[in-house]
């Protein structure tokens, strides 16, 4: 086999489907824009990426790549949609694709790519509003799993007490213990990224 062939090769996708493989590779190359925005928005962004874990580019790709969802969001956007929101600058990583989507929609409807932006990030409100309210119902529960935790420990010194380290019952109960510990540690972990919801 020569192995020249299993590399891969952009010069040698200029065949039949090669310049739709070239195209989409071009869409996905990662491209910075500067944006005056919203103080709130450029909050909503960072909270949501840190609350579920991903990364702010895949975050905006996703609100704003759509031209469908851009063009609903164009029609409705009025000459002067901006004019009483406070805006700072932010320059934001995205895709090649996603900046063409914002340039087109913005020329084909004549709207600011400001405003395109910030109300594609005020999709999120909805989002943010859900996991709000569910972030205070975890918080509750964790101090309720926090307290049998405790309780739990009390237990386990009571068997240490009666039977000894060394029987098969307290090894038990020590070793689900730990794991009880990973898992009170884990769930600390998960409240802690949602704190940020709080101040939306």
Do not use: C
């Not at 590779?25 to 991903?54: D, N, P, Y």
């Not at 031209?67 to 004019?83: C, F, P, W, Y």
């Not at 000894?164 to 510990?181: I, K, M, N, Q, W």
């Amino acid at each position: 086999m020569n192995k020249k062939n299993d590399r891969f090769n952009i010069g040698n996708m200029g065949g039949e489907g090669g310049g739709t493989a070239l195209r989409d590779l071009m869409g996905k190359q990662s491209v910075r824009a500067t944006f005056r925005i919203s103080s709130r928005a450029i909050a909503s962004m960072a909270v949501v990426a840190e609350h579920f874990g991903i990364k702010q580019k895949s975050l905006f790709d996703h609100l704003v790549e759509d031209v469908e969802t851009l063009n609903a969001i164009a029609g409705k956007l009025s000459a002067d949609a901006m004019k009483e929101v406070p805006r700072v600058q932010k320059t934001f990583v995205i895709s090649r694709r996603t900046l063409d989507a914002l340039e087109m929609v913005s020329r084909q409807f004549g709207a600011p790519r400001d405003a395109l932006v910030e109300f594609s990030i005020q999709r999120l409100g909805e989002l943010i509003d859900g996991e709000r309210k569910r972030h205070i119902v975890r918080k509750k529960l964790l101090i309720r799993v926090e307290e049998r935790k405790a309780l739990f420990y009390d237990a386990l010194l009571e068997s240490v007490q009666a039977l000894g380290e060394a029987d098969p019952f307290v090894e038990h109960l020590s070793h689900t213990y730990r794991h009880l510990e990973g898992a009170v540690v884990d769930l600390k972990a998960l409240v802690k990224r949602g704190e940020g919801l709080e101040g939306l």
